[in-house]
């Protein structure tokens, strides 16, 4: 089983709609959670961090960590756009992170 | 903010060329990381640093090396490049605090031909 597994996608959704992206872990002794977003042709870039069980919001984005699932998800509300990108699950062990695969994110006008 | 420069953009390098990718970051980070990433493969961490003259492999070291003399530059050295070396090549920096939060270059696109 690999480490963090992310679904690659494509999702699409509609301008305005809830993107959902979500991302599940193999080691139980993981301690915080990181997602990046990746636009084409540029590097990533932190945008939240979740280290304790439930819900962290930042405007129009709320992260969701269950670790007894050992499930992280990413909601973005009213969807943009401009949000069309890679967003990259990260998880800690309190080695390096160690990054998902991605999952890419259309947002349709 | 925080600024981490990688030197070259794209790089066109033939089999066998010995090639260095240099990074530089301007915030006094302790923790540096060379990464690849490649479609469908995602990032792939190389090597790291947690401070000056130390080095660790990270997943996938094989075919290069490191070199970290001063905090604030951390170089990836391809001894001898080979095709299946073609890829992004991301550096990334951060405190070792929060070795979470990764600041990282706009990468380095090498060919090797």
């Known amino acids: 089983q690999k480490e963090v597994e992310q679904n690659s996608g494509p999702l699409s959704v509609p301008e305005g709609a809830i993107a959902s992206l979500n991302c599940t872990y193999s080691?139980?002794?993981?301690?915080?959670f990181f997602w990046y977003r990746q636009y084409s042709g540029k590097s990533p870039e932190l945008i939240m961090f979740?280290?304790?069980?439930g819900d962290k919001e930042d405007g129009r984005f709320t992260a969701q960590l269950n670790k007894a699932s050992q499930y992280v998800s990413l909601l973005i509300r009213d969807s943009q756009p401009s949000d069309s990108a890679t967003y990259l699950c990260?998880?800690?062990?309190?080695?390096?992170?160690?990054f998902g695969k991605g999952t890419r994110l259309s947002v349709i006008a | 903010d925080v600024k981490v420069t990688q030197s070259s953009r794209y790089l066109v390098k033939r089999t066998g060329e010995k090639v260095f990718l240099e990074c530089v970051q301007d915030?006094?980070?302790?923790?540096m990381f060379w990464y690849r990433q490649d479609p469908g493969l995602g990032l792939r961490l190389i090597y790291f640093?947690?401070?000056?003259?130390?080095?660790e492999k990270g997943d996938i070291p094989e075919g290069y090396s490191v070199s970290r003399e001063k905090k604030e530059r951390f170089s990836l050295i391809l001894e001898s490049a080979s095709t299946n070396q073609t890829s992004m090549y991301l550096c990334?920096?951060?405190?070792?605090?929060?070795?979470?939060?990764?600041?990282f270059g706009e990468g380095s696109r090498l060919t090797v031909l």
């Open positions: 080691d139980r002794g993981s301690q915080s």
């Open positions: 990260a998880v800690n062990r309190g080695t390096p992170l160690v």
């Open positions: 640093s947690y401070d000056v003259k130390m080095k």
């Open positions: 915030m006094d980070h302790e923790n």
């Open positions: 990334a920096s951060s405190l070792p605090v929060n070795t979470g939060e990764l600041f």
């Open positions: 979740i280290y304790s069980n």
